[in-house]
């Protein structure tokens, strides 16, 4: 600020002195530049904001049913994170340092014996962006982002940024964006390797040193490539997906005695490829209705050609001026467990890529998340609720039915009941001021002897009304906030 008066004061200087027309020129162009040089800097913006996450959970069967008798787990993990950006003449940066860790999983005393599981300090994001177009451009952005970055798009169902886990998600990538009059394409990729190499590309992704994994397949893509293109409407959004992720080439060797059996990376990929639909759509002043569908082919990380596809619909009826309700039914195809797998055979298995389960199939994880639950498939008819008790006061109930989309087995060449159980999850929202969030969360379900059969979850002896609830802290700090 100080430059810029400095140099409007030099400016208005030139009106009192009488010079040659040569000086004349030389000073007012040599304003000009400073005063633009002066605005740029300006507009140059640094921001540094942090985030306290602190998640107390007691867990009686979240994510798997518990055997009879089985004690609950109580923990505490927490998330900090500090964000620095900054943006500038035609370009921003932007960086992310976590730390994710559960109370007392180190030495108070010493850090050095913490192995390299247990270490949680990561860089979440780091990526740069470079605008393409000029400040003067008819287009409102074209730019071009590059680096570690969380990608998410519409609901997330397929692509978000999985915040509830405290690691969260991201990718290392490069996305080229457009945006216009409402018109949203970005294109994207990404190329993974395990270090700097000097021959080939042979990529592993389960490297035990990082068991990476999304939705529990627990291996971690070579490469993706995607396009999206999305359009704001006067009904709503309306946007379309086709995302490519690539998987390396193995093959099973057995060998030594006693014999084990060890996968070889070798060249080639397994391509997996997802297209599909979304739309968010006011139908009328109160009604909302959310939906998308999804094509699954190509081929599964173990090479198995898939089939696939993801139907969903959501409902949102304002009730009043504070309740929200309606129903919802999620379908995810899956492959037939009473008919023997063969090499040849097509797995029917849809996997809803990289997006946030936790969000949709229940809080207590038990559907495309860490914990597997088998080929069949879901069905998940919800029903969801929304009270707007004060401006900072929100309550939450869902209810979900969960029933396998396929035949289950019972082992001996019969079917099993197709239905999985009922979940109750009550959640509360409390914002104590706009940097202090407050929420709690209860949830209970009514599983059935399917969920804890071999096909689905293999429990023994199982507690079939598992529960899970939490009490979560989150600080937001502004740390450049004048106030």
């Known amino acids: 600020m100080q430059k810029i008066k400095t140099t409007l004061l030099s400016i208005q200087g030139l009106r009192k002195v009488s010079i040659s027309g040569a000086n004349l020129s ?3 162009f040599l304003g000009i530049v400073l005063t633009i040089i002066s605005h740029n ?36 993990s927490q998330r900090a994170r500090l964000n620095i950006g900054f943006s500038g003449y035609r370009f921003k940066m932007f960086m992310a340092l976590q730390d994710v860790r559960v109370w007392g999983q180190d030495a108070s005393s010493i850090n050095r014996t913490t192995t390299e599981a247990n270490n949680g300090i990561m860089l979440h994001e780091a990526w740069g962006e470079v605008m393409l177009n000029d400040t003067i451009s008819k287009i409102q952005n074209l730019s071009l982002k590059i680096g570690r970055q969380e990608i998410a798009y519409d609901d997330q169902k397929v692509l978000g940024s999985l915040d509830w886990l405290q690691q969260g ?44 994994g999304t939705n529990g397949i627990g291996t971690m893509y070579k490469s993706f490539q995607y396009a999206y293109l999305g359009k704001k409407f006067f009904f709503g959004d309306v946007s379309f997906l086709f995302f490519k992720d690539d998987f390396n080439k193995y093959t099973n060797v057995t060998s030594g005695t006693p014999a084990i059996t060890s996968k070889v990376y070798g060249t080639g990929v397994w391509s997996r490829n997802t297209t599909g639909i979304y739309f968010n759509s006011a139908v009328t002043r109160k009604l909302n209705l959310t939906g998308s569908y999804y094509y ?49 055979s097509k797995s029917n298995l849809f996997d809803p890529l990289y997006g946030t389960p936790h969000k949709f199939w229940g809080s207590m994880d038990y559907f495309y998340a860490a914990s597997p639950f088998g080929k069949q498939g ?3 008819y919800f029903f969801k609720m929304k009270y707007n008790a004060k401006d900072n006061l929100t309550f939450l109930l869902d209810i979900h039915g969960f029933e396998a989309a396929n035949n289950l087995s019972d082992g001996a060449g019969g079917k099993l009941n197709s239905y999985l159980g009922t979940e109750v999850d009550l959640l509360v929202k409390y914002n104590l001021t706009k940097m202090i969030n407050i929420e709690a969360g209860y949830s209970i379900m009514k599983a059935t002897n399917s969920m804890a059969s071999a096909a689905v979850k293999n429990v023994a002896t199982p507690d079939l009304t598992p529960q899970f609830a939490y009490l979560m802290l989150n600080i937001r700090p502004n740390f450049l906030a004048k106030k």
């Not at 540094?48 to 923990?75: I, P, S």
């Not at 969903?312 to 009826?317: E, F, K």
């Open 378 to 380: 879901l069905l998940d």
């Open 296 to 344: 699954q082919g190509g081929h599964d990380k173990d090479g198995r050609s898939i089939s696939a596809n993801l139907a969903s619909v959501t409902s949102t009826l304002q009730v009043g001026r504070k309740l929200f309700v309606g129903p919802g039914i999620d379908y995810l195809s899956g492959t037939d467990g009473t008919k023997a797998v063969t090499a040849d």
């Open 26 to 28: 030389k000073s007012i």
């Open 169 to 212: 998600r991201r990718h290392d990538a490069i996305v080229f964006k457009f945006a216009n009059k409402g018109w949203i394409a970005d294109v994207g990729a990404a190329f993974n390797q395990n270090k700097e190499l000097n021959t080939g590309t042979i990529y592993n992704g389960t490297n035990p040193a990082y068991p990476a």
């Open 41 to 76: 800097e300006a507009k140059a913006q640094l921001t540094a904001t942090g985030q306290l996450r602190e998640r107390t959970e007691v867990r009686a069967g979240q994510g798997t049913l518990q055997k009879e008798g089985d004690k609950a787990a109580l923990f505490n």
